[in-house]
C-alpha cells in the first residue's frame, strides 16, 4: 500500500505542472521591421513607403524572426516594387497587400525552415505614397 502511496506522490508533480501549462497565457510581442520600406513602385515616378510590424505568439518566435530578417525584408521588396499606385489606393486594396504580406512573410519563414504558425499578423504602421 505504501508503495502506491509513494508511486503516486511521484507522479503528482507531473500531473500539476502539465495542468499548469495548459493554462498558460500565449506571449504576444512585436516585431518592428526596421528600418521601413522605401520603394519605387513599378510606374515611374512613383514611390512607397510603409513601415510594418509583425505580431507573434510565444517565446523565442521573434529572434526567430530577426534572424531570417534580411531574407523577408528581401521578399517584401520584390513584392511591394511590383505595385502600382493604382493597386494601392482604396483601405480594400490595402488590406488585401496586408494579407498577402503576411501569406508571402510565412512563405519566406518556411524556406528558411523557420516554423510560421507563431506569426499572427502583420500591422502598417506607417504608409505613404507619392
Not at 508511486?7 to 510581442?29: C, D, K, R, W
Not at 516594387?81 to 494601392?88: C, E, I, S, V
Not at 486594396?93 to 512573410?105: H, V, Y
Amino acid at each position: 500500500m505504501h508503495i502506491f502511496l509513494l508511486l503516486g506522490l511521484l507522479f503528482l508533480p507531473n500531473y500539476v505542472s502539465a495542468e499548469e501549462e495548459e493554462g498558460e497565457v500565449p506571449t504576444i510581442e512585436y516585431v518592428d521591421m526596421k528600418p521601413d520600406f522605401i520603394v519605387n513602385l513599378s510606374s515611374s515616378s512613383n514611390y512607397l513607403r510603409a513601415s510594418m510590424q509583425l505580431m507573434v505568439s510565444g517565446t523565442g518566435v521573434a529572434d526567430d524572426i530577426k534572424k531570417n530578417l534580411p531574407a523577408i525584408r528581401h521578399s517584401i521588396l520584390l513584392k511591394f516594387g511590383d505595385l502600382t499606385m493604382d493597386q494601392l489606393q482604396s483601405n480594400e486594396q490595402r488590406e488585401k497587400l496586408r494579407a498577402d504580406t503576411l501569406e508571402l512573410i510565412k512563405s519566406t519563414l518556411k524556406s528558411c525552415s523557420v516554423d510560421d504558425s507563431k506569426l499572427l499578423d502583420v500591422f502598417f504602421t506607417e504608409f505613404l505614397m507619392q
